[in-house]
């Protein structure tokens, strides 16, 4: 079943949890094979007008939770997870706000996933559009506006099986050897 998981983290980003849940969206992904959409929506509230746009057959309600079975679309709705890495892990394309956490766990599975980054214009000094433009140039991810979703979107999804540049995988002894060095202990 071919799945995708969009992450907003913990940060407020209702313009990319309204425009994913759009008639619209949800078309381009049905029509690209998409089977199943995972969304970690954090703290928004979820657009009321969805539940007319998307004809749903099955509801099923938890703690932070709806689960909503279509005919071509399953849809999982979920505020947080503690599993973030595994969610990830059984996903095969990511779109994903321009956080730091969100990104690094993305870019650092073995093997990479497809990311398209989004970044919260909204945030104060518009950092996260400087992370997701370095990403990009480093041959690590794509980019994509909220308002440009309708066309980077299809040519993301068509990037399934391409080669992804893998990320460098963190490396827990570097400072402890960098002061190591610094002090002369061996």
């Known amino acids: 079943m071919t799945s995708i998981l969009i992450t907003v983290g913990s940060t407020l980003f209702p313009s990319l949890t309204d425009k994913i849940l ?99 214009e909204s945030l104060m000094d518009n950092h996260q559009s400087e992370l997701a433009e370095k990403m990009k140039e480093q041959g690590y991810s794509e980019v994509s506006s909220i308002d440009d979703l309708q066309v980077t979107l299809p040519i993301f999804l068509k990037s399934r099986g391409k080669k992804i540049k893998s990320f460098p995988q963190m490396n827990r002894n570097r400072f402890k050897n960098i002061l190591d060095d610094l002090m002369g202990f061996d």
Do not use: W
């Not at 954090?42 to 004809?55: D, M, Q, S, T, V």
């Not at 509801?59 to 689960?67: S, V």
């Not at 969100?102 to 990479?112: E, V």
């Open 22 to 120: 759009s008639s619209e969206i949800i078309s381009i992904l049905i029509e690209n094979g998409i089977e199943k959409l995972i969304i970690q929506y954090g703290n928004a509230n979820l657009p009321f007008n969805f539940k007319k746009e998307i004809n749903f057959k099955n509801e099923e309600k938890g703690k932070g939770f709806i689960k909503i079975e279509e005919e071509k679309l399953k849809i999982e709705l979920i505020r947080f997870t503690n599993d973030f890495e595994n969610l990830i892990k059984n996903c095969d394309f990511i779109i994903s706000h321009a956080g730091s956490g969100s990104i690094l766990t993305t870019l650092r599975m073995i093997p990479p996933k497809p990311l398209l980054i989004v970044p919260n």
